[in-house]
């Protein structure tokens, strides 16, 4: 499969917990982006990182990009009830964006 | 700023019936277009983008079909739905590229819309 796989599928923590979800890939990247969706809404970019970036924060976020193992991970920390959605990750090629499949994050008040 | 508008934000279908599902943006101009879908629990599946008018290129082979009739407007289709293409469908843009994909810079996307055929 050409898609990011997104690991834990589902992941269920505590406010004020970190949450770390992770994906990994099968060929070569220029960017790894990661998206946010809320239930029922459209996806909301949240960080681009590309092939010679090694780390990137946003506020609470702080992605990761290995590419000699092929894979990133996205960290939100100090999480919020309203942190609750899917995130997906989507590696930008020299094609289009493919998406994984998300990992779904409920976080617990 | 931008903003990217969707509708109709839901719509149930019967099998058989036409669809035109419309998408327009504002606040920028020559963008790239694309339109996705998403089945219940999965993820985007990219079915049409476009890196002008009149420049529609296909991913997926099935029954559906995109036009761009205007810079800022995308126009998903179908002649006859089928029960398959229910599903909740996605539009988004990003800054333009040329003739390249759109893989190089992030894609805002609008709210969508729940299709369901039955």
């Known amino acids: 499969s050409q898609q990011g796989e997104e690991d834990p599928q589902a992941l269920s923590i505590q406010e004020g917990e970190n949450a770390t979800m992770n994906c990994s890939y099968k060929?070569?990247?220029?960017?790894l982006q990661w998206y946010r969706q809320n239930s029922g809404r459209g996806l909301v970019h949240l960080i681009l990182?590309?092939?010679?970036?090694r780390e990137k924060h946003s506020g609470r976020l702080r992605v990761t990009l290995d590419t000699s193992k092929k894979s990133s991970s996205l960290l939100i920390t100090a999480s919020r009830a309203a942190d609750t959605a899917s995130y997906f990750c989507?590696?930008?090629?020299?094609?289009?964006?493919?998406f994984g499949k998300g990992t779904k994050l409920s976080v617990k008040p | 700023s931008q903003t990217i508008h969707q509708w109709p934000a839901t719509l149930v279908q019967p099998v058989g019936s036409p669809l035109s599902l419309e998408c327009t943006v504002e606040?920028?101009?020559?963008?790239?277009l694309y339109w996705y879908r998403q089945a219940a629990g999965r993820g985007l599946q990219l079915l049409f983008y476009?890196?002008?008018?009149?420049?529609i290129s296909s991913e997926v082979p099935q029954n559906l079909s995109a036009s761009r009739p205007q810079d800022r407007q995308f126009i998903l289709s179908s002649k006859k739905l089928l029960l398959s293409d229910s599903g909740f469908y996605l539009c988004?843009?990003?800054?333009?590229?040329?003739?390249?994909?759109?893989?190089?810079?992030?894609?805002?996307f609008g709210p969508g819309t729940r299709l369901t055929v039955l």
């Open positions: 989507a590696r930008g090629s020299q094609g289009n964006l493919i």
């Open positions: 990182i590309r092939s010679n970036e």
């Open positions: 476009s890196v002008g008018i009149g420049q």
């Open positions: 606040g920028t101009s020559n963008p790239n």
């Open positions: 988004a843009w990003s800054v333009w590229t040329g003739v390249l994909a759109g893989s190089y810079n992030e894609q805002f």
């Open positions: 060929t070569s990247i220029n960017n």
